[in-house]
């Protein structure tokens, strides 16, 4: 991590800004991690456009509070820009959203070597992701990701697509963006639910690999619920780091990518179970599935006893679900569950892979998971 005053209009920030580097060769780029950076795109991102022209990704809650801002920064750097504003939410992640969005990126005469802005959540870095990737064979996008969740995990790295009916991301493809712009002013705007959902995934860094930051997590979630700017620019450059080293060292998960998906197989298979809308948002079931990870791990004795516990105790203290008993919708029977958990993209020869944790900080991927211990778990859990 570094200090940045390389790309062009940092220097004249108001506040400290931080650059992540991710290191990917020659698709290598920079997430700039500030207060304030929508209205600084413009010269943020010129260095890194062939022509002077681009094409926003929207959605409308977004838009309302920062399209104009981005507009305007383009124009004073000289960029001109057309919009398309989707709808908000999940579903927008569809076939239906992707065809509309392609065609319309192909009647604003965009040309291979042009480079769009994704300025959204997840769903929107998502889509617009995939869009880039296909259209002409492939563009290039920037992410300006305005969620919590966005900034420390979906922006960054490379994973876009679409859900199929049959799961969520089942379609899409690996596109590195040019750049990530991480405006942290951005986070005032969220629902809580939204900036809940978002820490979930804050939290994985530190259980997964980095107790100590999970501990201060433990210590600081508090100031960090309360809008504390210091406390959620730590927490972002953490989670950037942690995520910009894996994805370095792994760019298409072969391998260490996978630990990334810590509570990923319980939650996909909840968020399936609830229509991928608003009863379940990903990052409230990625902390179902994160706590229900160590509960399975503790019943396996792979995990020291206790740790499951502490978990569940932090997620539900910061109002996030931590049993499935918790969540607001129809739960699945076990064999239902189990059977959407085969659609998990780690699944081989229909064997379950799952992210199980020795203790807190200690992650690791068990392969070929036995099916009859997974559904002995699930009968227990999705008691009601
Ligand atoms: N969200 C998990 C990953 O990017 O690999």
């Not at 992707?98 to 192909?106: E, M, N, Q, S, V």
């Amino acid at each position: 991590m570094s200090t940045s005053s390389a790309a062009a209009g940092l220097d004249a920030l108001p506040g400290a800004v931080t650059t992540v580097p991710v290191a990917l060769g020659s698709r290598s780029y920079d997430i700039h991690i500030g207060e304030g950076l929508i209205g600084r795109t413009g010269d943020l991102i010129k260095p890194l456009l062939r022509r002077p022209r681009t094409a926003i990704v929207t959605d409308e809650n977004v838009a309302r509070h920062h399209l104009e801002p981005l507009r305007d920064s383009l124009a004073g750097a000289g960029i001109a820009s057309d919009t398309i504003v989707l709808a908000p939410g999940e579903a927008t992640k569809s076939f239906a959203d992707l065809a509309r969005l392609c065609d319309w990126l192909l009647g604003t005469g965009i040309e291979r070597g042009d480079c769009i802005v994704a300025l959204g959540g997840g769903v929107i870095g998502d889509l617009a992701g995939f869009a880039a990737a296909v259209v002409l064979r492939g563009i290039g996008f920037v992410q300006i990701p305005t969620t919590l969740l966005a900034q420390v995990d979906s922006s960054v790295g490379g994973k876009t697509g679409i859900n199929s009916s049959l799961g969520k991301n089942l379609i899409g493809a690996f596109h590195q963006p040019l750049c990530v712009i991480a405006d942290t002013a951005a986070l005032a705007t969220l629902a809580p639910r939204e900036l809940a959902a978002g820490y979930a995934e804050v939290a994985k860094y530190g259980l997964i690999g980095d107790a100590a930051f999970f501990a201060w997590l433990e210590d600081n979630a508090a100031r960090l619920f309360a809008g504390d700017r210091e406390a959620l620019t730590y927490a972002i450059n953490v989670s950037c780091q942690a995520k910009a080293r894996v994805v370095a060292a792994d760019e298409t998960e072969a391998g260490a990518r996978a630990l990334l998906n810590l509570g990923h197989t319980f939650g996909h298979a909840l968020e399936a179970a609830a229509g991928f809308g608003e009863k379940l948002l990903h990052g409230e079931a990625v902390a179902v599935g994160m706590a229900m990870a160590f509960r399975f791990s503790e019943r396996t004795d792979v995990c020291r006893a206790g740790a499951a516990a502490e978990v569940s105790g932090h997620l539900a203290s910061v109002g996030l679900p931590a049993v499935p008993r918790d969540l607001a919708f129809d739960l699945p029977g076990p064999e239902q569950m189990l059977a959407l958990m085969r659609k998990d993209k780690k699944a081989r020869d229909g064997r379950l892979t799952l992210i199980l944790a020795r203790d807190i900080g200690e992650a690791f991927i068990a392969p070929d998971v036995a099916d009859s211990h997974v559904l002995d778990f699930l009968r227990e859990e999705l008691r009601r």
